[in-house]
T-cell receptor, first 110, second 113 residues
Framework: NAGVTQTPKFRILKIGQSMTLQCAQD?????MYWYRQDPGMGLKLIYY???????DKGEVPNGYNVSRSTTEDFPLRLELAAPSQTSVYFC?????????FGPGTRLTVL | GQQVMQIPQYQHVQEGEDFTTYCNSS?????IQWYKQRPGGHPVFLIQ?????EVKKQKRLTFQFGEAKKNSSLHITATQTTDVGTYFC?????????????FGEGTQLTVNP
């Protein structure tokens, strides 16, 4: 199993640009999550999904959108990127109570 | 909303010394989880505690869940350089395990050889 994969690993965006962060898992987990981690800080939940077709807002959803058309994929969309969205983004999936994290996407908005 | 606080934010120790990080929640937790993140890496699950007063051990790591289920601690005995990283606690709110974890801000541990 590849586990949780994320692409790209790094990205620089200009203010106002849009992009999609990709996340996929091959463990057939229903629960999936998107977090952001600012330098020296903990993880803040952006959006989560309890299964295909179901998504819900987390702690910091503004400026982001998600979709969950399949069990495997959970992309995160940034519209009109802002400097405040500079962060490391982690996707995770959950088996029972344990969350498995992807390697992260480091995003810089200039 | 629920807040999970960790102290200290940073800890520097000499190899062989002990280390403890503390986690406190503003609300009762149904369970507490601990994760480790190596520098430049992603969080990795260590353990989950569910019962009031529960204590679990993993080799040199000891995890405790408070009687009131509002606090927890992680203690590392005789630290090694491989223990370097940031340790996060994370909790599910309320009496049942929900979908959302609230993470503390972590304790960053450095170990001098």
């Amino acid at each position: 199993n590849a586990g949780v994969t994320q692409t790209p690993k790094f990205r620089i965006l200009k203010i106002g640009q849009s992009m999609t962060l990709q996340c996929a898992q091959d463990m057939n987990h229903n629960y999936m999550y998107w977090y952001r981690q600012d330098p020296g800080m903990g993880l803040k939940l952006i959006y989560y999904s309890v299964g295909a077709g179901i998504t819900d807002k987390g702690e910091v959803p503004n400026g982001y959108n998600v979709s969950r058309s399949t069990t495997e994929d959970f992309p995160l969309r940034l519209e009109l990127a802002a400097p405040s969205q500079t962060s490391v983004y982690f996707c995770a999936s959950r088996r029972e109570y344990e969350q498995f994290f992807g390697p992260g996407t480091r995003l810089t908005v200039l | 909303g629920q807040q999970v606080m960790q102290i200290p934010q940073y800890q520097h120790v000499q190899e062989g010394e002990d280390f403890t990080t503390y986690c406190n929640s503003s609300t009762t937790l149904s369970n507490i989880q601990w994760y480790k993140q190596r520098p430049g890496g992603h969080p990795v699950f260590l353990i989950q505690l569910v019962k009031s007063g529960e204590v679990k051990k993993q080799k040199r790591l000891t995890f405790q869940f408070g009687e009131a289920k509002k606090n927890s601690s992680l203690h590392i005995t005789a630290t090694q350089t491989t223990d370097v990283g940031t340790y996060f606690c994370a909790g599910h709110r309320g009496e049942t395990s929900g979908s959302r974890l609230t993470f503390g801000e972590g304790t960053q541990l450095t170990v001098n050889p």
